[in-house]
């Protein structure tokens, strides 16, 4: 509906801006739950047309650096956040994705001043919270990343707070780390019930991540019946719906852990294979769909059949994940 009345405002006035920059937001956003290219590119063809005829006006800025953020072009997206924070100050929404695009990057250390201003910006913004905790857990800061994550599952029942809905899975992977395994796995089943019950735009993509964090506890608590059923669910729930924002990286992590929790080498055959080529399922970065864990859990499978792992914990650690750090430290002894 919002879309209809914003296109009637641009037949009578093609260049009105804000409309213009609502219809950027609107495909932006839709990319997300159909991650179909046709909807970034329409996001930024509405956000060039706002920018023209209102250079003023900085949501648009926004849009089109998402759509370049996608397009993992990483250096335009943030000239494009850095302008809309410089042209609307009291969004949130500009110091957001510019912590995304550095965390993304792997400079998780420069993403925490934004996130932090994002945080600071009314209504409050779950989203920012689970960055914010993110880049603080690349950074080895498990505590601060904890406090981070259950204020955003606080915010998931506060009307306009751009509220997250299952970021308990986030909460789970955190306490694993902290080697708190029986707190993680209720967070993880928090973090599935919460998606279950939403039709958030993440649900699909939040229902898999708690389901990769269940399964990684299980198999650090050596249930690997647990960890079987959960990764069998990541399997099968993804194949069902291809267009799962990272969903990718998810199955690849799920086909990985698999193979540890008594698949075998095929299950890794087929992880790897899908890690290299990426024709199946959609690759967009997000927390804990990314380069970084998909590599640890690649390297963990390896490990478990004596092949190599330290290139791809290094590959790991250099994209910024703390766990790849520990497992390099450790000589790989979990």
């Known amino acids: 509906q919002a879309g209809e009345l914003y296109e009637k405002a641009i037949q009578q006035e093609p260049q009105h801006a804000a409309a213009l920059s609502g219809l950027a937001a609107l495909h932006a956003m839709r990319f997300t739950f159909t991650t179909d290219n046709a909807e970034l590119q329409k996001a930024a063809n509405y956000a060039t047309r706002a920018i023209a005829a209102d250079p003023t006006l900085g949501d648009p800025h926004v849009w089109l650096g998402y759509a370049l953020m996608r397009w993992n072009r990483m250096d335009e997206a943030l000239a494009e956040e850095l302008r809309a924070a410089e042209l609307a100050p009291d969004n949130g929404y500009p110091p957001y994705f510019a912590g ?183 690759f967009s970065v997000l927390q804990t769909c990314d380069e970084s864990t998909t590599l640890v859990e690649l390297a963990r499978a390896a490990q478990a059949f004596g092949l190599p792992a330290d290139a791809m914990l290094v590959r790991a650690r250099d994209a910024g994940s703390y766990e790849a750090r520990l497992l390099l430290e450790e000589g790989v002894r979990r």
Not at 177 to 205: F, K, N, V
Not at 212 to 228: E, I, M, N, S, Y
Request: charged share 20%.
């Open 100 to 282: 995304c695009v550095k965390l993304f990057s792997g400079h998780a250390a420069e993403a925490i001043p934004w996130f932090q201003k994002a945080v600071k910006r009314e209504p409050p913004h779950g989203f920012a919270y689970v960055g914010l905790g993110w880049a603080h857990l690349a950074l080895g800061n498990l505590k601060e990343c904890q406090w981070c994550i259950e204020r955003a599952i606080a915010l998931e029942h506060v009307p306009d707070a751009a509220p997250t809905a299952g970021a308990s899975g986030y909460l789970g992977e955190c306490l694993r780390l902290l080697r708190q395994l029986p707190e993680a796995r209720a967070a993880c089943m928090a973090g599935i019930e919460a998606a279950e019950r939403s039709d958030h735009m993440y649900r699909d993509t939040y229902r898999a991540v708690s389901l990769c964090a269940l399964g990684r506890t299980a198999l650090d608590q050596g249930d690997t019946v647990a960890a079987h059923a959960a990764l069998t669910q990541v399997v099968s729930h993804i194949r069902g719906r291809e267009r799962t924002l990272g969903g990718g990286f998810l199955v690849v992590q799920a086909l990985a852990g698999l193979a540890r929790a008594g698949d075998g080498g095929e299950s890794f055959a087929q992880a790897s294979r899908l890690f290299e080529t990426r024709d199946r399922y959609n």
